[in-house]
């Protein structure tokens, strides 16, 4: 399903090329049929000075798009580009990927003030839904709320509730065809918040490889010293203890339980178990964490918790184990049994 996140990245990038005074395009995989790098709803930006951000295919069919999307800005109207990737005649690429690609570019105008106002509410960190008609780039966004921007008199009921609809399900990027026309629905959800408590060594590539999965983290640990910007530059910080912090506050999130001192460890998991949590990964064995559980009289009868965190990769040093654990949080998130892809027809499922 799409992202939030780089939704945002993307926007940013696109006012950034407005700001050098440059042409932009919003570019976005809308169909995928067989394999692919990544999946609809994918987007990236290209802008008439060349600079990209984001990927489409992994570096395979970018400058072929560049080549479209300054044709497609030069124009300011909307472009598909096809890529059947089984044929290698064509592209005597070799690409590994055997799939059928549908792309959209998108010429984005600074004087356009539907995406300024895209722009302000993705800031809001909200689910939204945004829909187009790839002919015209007619487009829609879907608030939260069920408000509507953009061309609402230009799309029919039956797209618009389609659109609702998605709004509400965590779903991938689709289209759909209807009265001739096709349309892109596209739902983006925020990131799912991860609260690591401890702001130790260990904690850093854990940090940095769950924000690289997606995630928004954030460090829960009153030591000023290195709850920081310095040691988690791009990560929240809650320089607090777990006992001063309203349960509330911190709620339907994703826990990783990792301060290494036990009476810590144990105000942390009382925190997490009172906040209706998504996940509570907890460092270390399964007889500390009982320990635990006991001192606060909790028994572990299933539920949020996973203990020991991580999956069984024979992980050892502090690099390893922060993938075993993002792994773990990845395979769940998706909904997913960690299996080798070994054999496997196709990659996304």
């Known amino acids: ?48 000075d060349g600079k990209m951000y984001g990927t489409i295919s992994g570096g395979c069919l970018e400058s072929d798009i560049y080549g479209w999307a300054e044709k497609s800005m030069e124009t300011q109207s909307p472009h598909i580009q096809i890529y059947d990737l089984s044929e290698n005649e064509i592209w005597s690429l070799g690409i590994g990927c055997k799939g059928n690609l549908e792309v959209l570019i998108l010429p984005i105008s600074e004087q356009d003030g539907f995406w300024l106002k895209v722009n302000e509410e993705i800031q809001k960190d909200n689910t939204v839904c945004l829909v187009l008609e790839v002919t015209t780039g007619k487009r829609l966004l879907i608030k939260e709320n069920s408000e509507i921007l953009g061309d609402y008199d230009y799309f029919p009921s039956k797209v618009i509730k389609k659109g609702l609809t998605c709004l509400k399900n965590r779903t991938r990027a689709e289209t759909i065809n209807l009265e001739g026309k096709r349309y892109v629905i596209d739902s983006m959800q925020p990131a799912e918040r991860l609260i690591i408590v401890g702001a130790g060594r260990d904690a850093r590539p854990v940090a940095e490889l769950a924000s690289k999965a997606g995630f928004s983290v954030s460090i829960l640990d009153s030591r000023e010293d290195l709850n920081n910007e310095r040691y988690f530059p791009s990560e929240i910080h809650i320089v607090s203890k777990p006992e001063d912090i309203y349960p509330n506050n911190v709620s339907d999130s994703w826990w990783i339980v990792m301060n290494h001192h036990l009476e810590k460890d144990e105000a942390a998991l009382l925190l997490a178990l009172n906040s209706n949590p998504r996940y509570i990964g907890v460092l270390g064995p399964r007889s500390r964490t009982d320990e635990m559980l006991t001192n606060i009289g909790y028994q572990l009868t299933g539920g949020p918790i996973h203990s020991p965190i991580g999956l069984d990769l024979g992980a050892e040093t502090m690099e390893e184990v922060a993938i075993s654990i993002v792994s773990e949080l990845m395979s769940l998130r998706s909904g997913r049994i960690p299996v080798p892809l070994h054999g496997r027809t196709k990659i996304h499922v």
């Open 1 to 48: 399903m799409s992202q939030l996140n780089e939704f945002r990245e993307v926007l940013k990038n696109i006012k950034l090329a407005w700001e050098r005074q440059q042409k932009a395009a919003l570019v976005m995989l809308i169909s995928v049929k067989g394999s692919a790098y990544r999946l609809p709803g994918t987007k990236m930006m290209m802008s008439s």
